[in-house]
């Protein structure tokens, strides 16, 4: 028993540890625009976000309940190696998340964490502890939906921005008031993604007390220490922020302006606070790079760096099966070793996270350098004197220079 609580906590800390990743790999999804625009100073934003990080938190448990009693069947396995199970799974998840930090590619924690327990369950158990039913409904469906969702509302939304200010706004840059409502809206999917992806960490440590008895088998609610515990440790991951993962978002898919980021935002909160309350485990990256994309088509002019999104696209496909591997093979050493397999586990994960992290260090992306133009000038985009000619002012312009034109063919 007194292994079974070593494990337990161990459990824990290593799924805080996930929650702080996840804090830093996600702060892009609600802050990349409006840095991108100059609408928030750096720090500004990230201290923002990771307030509203951790009042989110609080918001809803439903996401929590979905992981800690619907994709892992808790019953199906024994108490003393499930908590082993979970711990493989983590290792899995927090790989895949430290790597794709270190490429700057915005993949799915969320998915990462699923696709780690996935793995470690079907070595530790096999095809019965998994129920596939909830994976599909509430995870896979939603994961190719969402962002294709967002996507469009953000590319509708962007144009509607468009098309109702161009009479009354002469900024060259598009609607440069908008980004007082990126403020708005960029809060607004920072306090979203806390009503979701906190609780996946909840429901992960839920699973783990269950399975060894310390919560009622029925009671899939987190206990409120575990809520404390987990919104505070993504708020401080959050207030790191990920410069890496922030820079591809806010300038590698499309430059972004403030139409632009205030419509991509707006697509992303409704987006997340919806699948929130249905309890939808889906990727807050995955909801906002599809907002950026359609955004991006939504701005006559603006161009999508497809080779970027393809870059991204394929980091989701990746994202399950890579992270169930890496926890399959987690889990095997826990099969073999027990105990001691938990240790080793332990031992290479560590030693892993920090050969990520001095690899980091060789080309260090901060505040100070993600956005360099916006740190220099204030804004993401520099923009001409004057603002460019509306289709009726272009026409217009066409026929003053024909008649120019006739004019000095008849002088001669």
Not at 292 to 309: D, K
Not at 322 to 327: E, F, K, P, R
Not at 376 to 402: F, K, N, Y
Request: glycine share 12%.
């Amino acid at each position: 028993m007194e292994t079974a609580a070593l494990i337990v906590v161990l459990v824990i800390l290593l799924a805080l540890f996930f929650d702080f990743t996840n804090g830093f790999h996600d702060t892009a999804n609600a802050m990349a625009t409006p840095i991108a625009t100059g609408a928030l100073k750096p720090r500004t934003a990230v201290m923002l976000a990771a307030g509203l990080n951790l009042v989110g938190a609080f918001l809803s448990t439903e996401v929590a309940a979905t992981v800690s009693g619907g994709i892992i069947q808790e019953d199906s396995t024994t108490a003393h190696l499930m908590p082993s199970l979970i711990f493989a799974g983590l290792i899995g998840a927090i790989t895949w998340n430290m790597l794709t930090w270190l490429l700057g590619l915005p993949s799915s924690s969320s998915h990462a964490l699923f696709g780690g327990l996935i793995g470690a369950t079907l070595v530790g158990v096999g095809l019965s502890g998994i129920n596939f039913g909830v994976v599909l409904s509430k995870v896979v469906l939603p994961a190719l939906i969402a962002p294709l969702t967002a996507g469009l509302i953000a590319y509708l939304a962007t144009k509607l921005a468009y098309l109702t200010t161009r009479r009354y706004d002469g900024k060259p840059d598009g609607r440069s008031g908008f980004r007082w409502g990126q403020i708005f809206t960029s809060s607004l999917v920072a306090l979203a993604h806390g009503t979701n992806d906190a609780q996946k960490t909840m429901g992960v440590i839920t699973l783990a007390l269950i399975s060894v008895g310390w919560q009622a088998q029925g009671d899939h609610q987190p206990h409120i220490y575990v809520i404390v515990a987990c919104a505070f440790t993504i708020a401080l991951g959050t207030y790191l922020g990920g410069w890496r993962i922030i820079r591809t978002l806010g300038k590698g898919l499309t430059d972004v302006k403030p139409a632009q980021g205030f419509a991509a935002e707006t697509s992303t909160a409704a987006t997340i606070l919806a699948s929130s309350a249905l309890g939808f485990a889906l990727s807050t990256t995955q909801v906002a790079s599809g907002s950026v994309i359609g955004s991006g088509l939504g701005r006559r002019g603006s161009a999508v760096r497809w080779r970027t999104a393809g870059r991204i696209a394929i980091g989701w496909v990746l994202t399950l099966p890579a992270a169930g591997l890496v926890g399959a093979v987690a889990a095997f050493i826990v099969v073999i070793g027990g105990g001691w397999g938990v240790l080793i586990d332990a031992i290479l994960a560590l030693a892993v996270i920090i050969a990520l992290f001095l690899r980091s260090r060789r080309n260090a992306v901060t505040a100070n350098n993600a956005f360099s133009e916006v740190a220099d000038s204030g804004r993401a985009i520099e923009v001409p004197e004057e603002p460019p000619l509306t289709p009726r002012q272009a026409r217009a312009q066409r026929a003053r220079d024909r008649a120019k034109a006739k004019e000095k063919g008849a002088g001669r």
